[in-house]
Structure formats: structure tokens, C-alpha cells
């Protein structure tokens, strides 16, 4: 079984196209994240979830916006895409605040 | 705020060649460090950690670290490199009480030359 794992995998959308993410930990954690990594393949965190509380918000634009059913899914909603949005998108989670994180393989999106 | 800085964005190595690659943090507080790594398409994969019991850590794969508080440094080390070494190598942090998940360093791509 996959720990954490986020579908789809790839992504290809056009620009003001509203989408989608789903991410989902088999793990038991408490907390989970979303990662976003660009072309120069730099990783910020961009929400985390803990217990169903956001309680990371970094600025990131409101089109972004975490929903989490429940503690095993983190899916993360992208309204009004723009070119500036295609990146690799990496859900994680971990045990808690600031213990390591697992990850989940990524999802590429492109806005074309 | 702490941040993460790893020198050398490219390194190459022989194989069978020590492999060095380099961590510096600046923290207000001790910080959890880890070392993840990042094969093509793939997602990251924890190698090793270091939350303030040994100074020297041992990871999967061979790799090892070694925590310094004088140099501000958790260098990344394995004795002898292999070719499935290659990848993208990122050293990340966190503070420990704090709310911030991981900061991470630019990464460093290894490339092991035959």
C-alpha cells in the first residue's frame, strides 16, 4: 500500500480553469501538508492541516484553498489557474508538528 | 526565521568517490534537521534525521550525518558512491515547538561520473 498518495499524477489545464487535487495518507498522521515545488526545483510549504485545523496558511493566493474531509485526506482546490500556477504540487504528512515528513509522488501541473 | 543553505548546487563524483554534500541552518532554536533525496519523477524520500540525540546519524543507502553546533553545519556524507546515487539532494529543517513544516535548501544534484 501506498503511504501518501495524490492523484492525478500529471495535470495539463488552461488558464482560468478551476481544479483539483486529491491526496490521501494511510499512515495515521496527524498532520498533513501541501508542498509546492518549482521549475528550479524549489519546495515552500504551502498549507499544513493538523487534526482538520489549518494552522499553516503561508501566502499563497486565496485561489488556493485546502479542504480536508477528514484526517487521512488533504485535497487542495485551485480556482482561476494561471501560467504562474504549473509546478509539481507534493502532498506529506507526518506524525505530528516538525517531525519528518513522508511524501506523496507529486503531481505535475501545467497551465497552458 | 530559519533558513537553509546548501553550497554547491551541482557536485559530481566519481564513482567510488566520497560523496560530500553540504547543510548550514541558521536557527534561533536547536532545529530537526533531515536529509531527504529526490529521484527523477518521484517524490521525496527521507534518508536520515538528526532531532537531538546523536550528532552522528546514519541513514539508508549508506549515507551518514554528522550535526555540528559550532559550524551550524549537518553535512552528508557516504564513503563510496554508487551510480544509483544520482539525484537531486535536499537538506531541510524544522524547529522544534514551532509551526513552520520544513524549510528547505535549494537541493544539490548529484551526478556520479563512471
Known amino acids: 500500500d501506498t503511504a501518501v498518495s495524490q492523484t492525478p499524477k500529471y495535470l495539463v489545464t488552461q488558464m482560468g480553469n478551476d481544479k483539483s487535487i486529491k491526496c490521501e495518507q494511510n499512515?495515521?498522521?496527524?498532520?498533513m501538508y501541501w508542498y509546492k515545488q518549482d521549475s528550479k526545483k524549489f519546495l515552500k510549504i504551502m498549507f499544513s492541516?493538523?487534526?482538520?485545523?489549518?494552522?499553516i496558511n503561508e501566502t499563497v493566493p486565496n485561489r488556493f484553498s485546502p479542504k480536508s474531509p477528514d484526517k487521512a485526506h488533504l485535497n487542495l482546490h485551485i480556482n482561476s489557474l494561471e501560467l504562474g500556477d504549473s509546478a509539481v504540487y507534493f502532498c506529506?504528512?507526518?506524525?505530528?508538528?516538525?517531525?519528518?515528513?513522508?511524501f506523496g509522488q507529486g503531481t505535475r501541473l501545467t497551465v497552458v | 526565521a530559519q533558513s537553509v543553505t546548501q553550497l554547491g548546487s551541482h557536485v559530481s563524483v566519481s564513482e567510488g568517490a566520497l560523496v560530500l554534500l553540504r547543510c548550514n541552518y541558521s536557527?534561533?532554536?536547536?532545529?530537526?534537521l533531515f536529509w531527504y533525496v529526490q529521484y527523477p519523477n518521484q517524490g521525496l524520500q527521507l534518508l536520515l534525521k538528526y532531532t537531538s540525540a546523536a550528532t552522528l546519524v546514519k541513514g539508508i543507502n549508506g549515507f551518514e550525518a554528522e550535526f555540528k553546533k559550532s559550524e551550524t553545519s549537518f553535512h552528508l556524507t557516504k564513503p563510496s558512491a554508487h551510480m544509483s546515487d544520482a539525484a537531486e539532494y535536499f537538506c531541510?529543517?524544522?524547529?522544534?515547538?514551532?509551526?513552520?513544516?520544513?524549510?528547505f535548501g535549494k537541493g544539490t544534484h548529484l551526478i556520479i561520473q563512471p
Open positions: 492541516y493538523n487534526n482538520k485545523e489549518l494552522i
Open positions: 506529506a504528512s507526518s506524525l505530528g508538528l516538525n517531525t519528518e515528513a513522508f
Open positions: 531541510a529543517a524544522t524547529e522544534g515547538g514551532g509551526a513552520d513544516g520544513l524549510t
Open positions: 499512515l495515521g498522521h496527524d498532520t
Open positions: 536557527s534561533s532554536v536547536p532545529p530537526y
